[in-house]
């Protein structure tokens, strides 16, 4: 397969990559999540701790290991010593086609439901279109927000070309910005628009409107996993499945752990939770072979995906730990 070139996507991997990935001296070790405990990619995995899954699994989870995204949680994976973790697919992707030995062994977020695009409340701004000639914010370079932005502004008709995109580094600077009027806009994800005070923020348009199908996250296994104990990724990607099944049912509860965890009011981690639909927004396998080709869509306008190069998903993906029922046809396979 031809491997991806280039800064961005080598600056995703780190030396010693070759390492086993393997936490030493316990079955399972610790899991890293992107952004954990803070955005909607966590309930599941603080399900599945809360309610000690891990251990019903046969798995011994001393901590979820949160991250900033994008290729921090991977290097988690890469040469941190961290098994198994969720990330987001462009990472994951991009980190793979640079050489890094690791695997998607399933899925995690498949709904853009949580991501908006906020201005103040007294601007002229009430809808996509309206961006034309606008400077609009998002995350970082690669990031799950630089993805939605550029496919929310092409599907729409607006054109990627006809805005200016702006990387803020995070959400809060992002939303910083938009408060003293350097942008026009910026991205802000649940459950952090449902904590802050609705009236700060006026909603231009949600991603969702324009992405539906999108595979905003991956589960990932690191170096020499899958050769030295696949029981391990089995069993942890059954209990994060337990731990949506358990979402599911008791949401009420989730919440408040989550919100324990995360530090923010119950209230609003209910709201986040109501808002996405337990039901669809967190995912075992990849979903469709529609949201795969949406990361190669997602891919190819941030600049991630250059030239004619192509996404080899049969080496990239292990479906092997995915209920059968659940598993799909990979793009090209």
């Known amino acids: 397969m031809k491997r991806l070139g280039g800064a961005v996507a080598l600056a995703l991997v780190v030396a010693g990559c070759g390492d086993s990935g393997l936490t030493e001296g316990a079955e399972g070790g610790d899991v890293t999540v992107t952004n954990h405990p803070a955005l909607l990619y966590s309930p599941p995995w603080i399900a599945a701790q809360d309610q000690k899954l891990f251990a019903k699994n046969g798995l011994e989870v001393k901590q979820i290991v949160g991250s900033e995204g994008g290729g921090t949680t991977v290097r988690n994976v890469v040469s941190g010593g961290l098994p198994i973790g969720e990330v987001a697919t462009t990472a994951a992707v991009s980190a793979f086609m640079a050489g890094a030995d690791i695997r998607i062994v399933g899925g995690g977020v498949a709904s853009s439901r949580d991501t908006f695009w906020v201005t103040r409340p007294d601007e002229p701004l009430d809808s996509i279109e309206d961006l034309k000639g606008k400077t609009v914010g998002y995350t970082s370079p690669g990031s799950v927000t630089q993805g939605l932005l550029a496919l929310s502004l092409e599907r729409s008709g607006v054109g990627l070309d006809n805005v200016e995109t702006r990387t803020m580094g995070g959400l809060t600077e992002g939303l910083t910005a938009l408060k003293t009027g350097d942008i026009d806009a910026a991205a802000i994800l649940e ?32 170096p020499g996993v899958l050769e030295e104990d696949r029981s391990l990724v089995q069993k942890t990607i059954q209990a994060r499945a337990d731990g949506i099944e358990f979402l599911k049912r008791d949401p009420d509860a989730v919440a408040e752990a989550w919100a324990k965890e995360a530090e923010i009011e119950p209230e609003s981690a209910r709201k986040a939770l109501d808002l996405v639909d337990p039901a669809e927004h967190w995912v075992v396998g990849l979903d469709s072979p529609e949201a795969l080709q949406t990361v190669e869509e997602e891919m190819r306008l941030i600049d991630l995906l250059p030239g004619g190069q192509r996404i080899d998903w049969d080496e990239l993906v292990v479906q092997d730990f995915i209920p059968p029922d659940q598993r799909i046809q990979l793009p090209g396979g």
């Open 191 to 222: 459950p952090v628009f449902s904590e802050q005070a609705e009236e700060e923020w006026k909603i231009v348009f949600k991603a969702s409107d324009y992405v539906p199908e999108f595979l905003s996250t991956v589960i990932i296994s690191g």
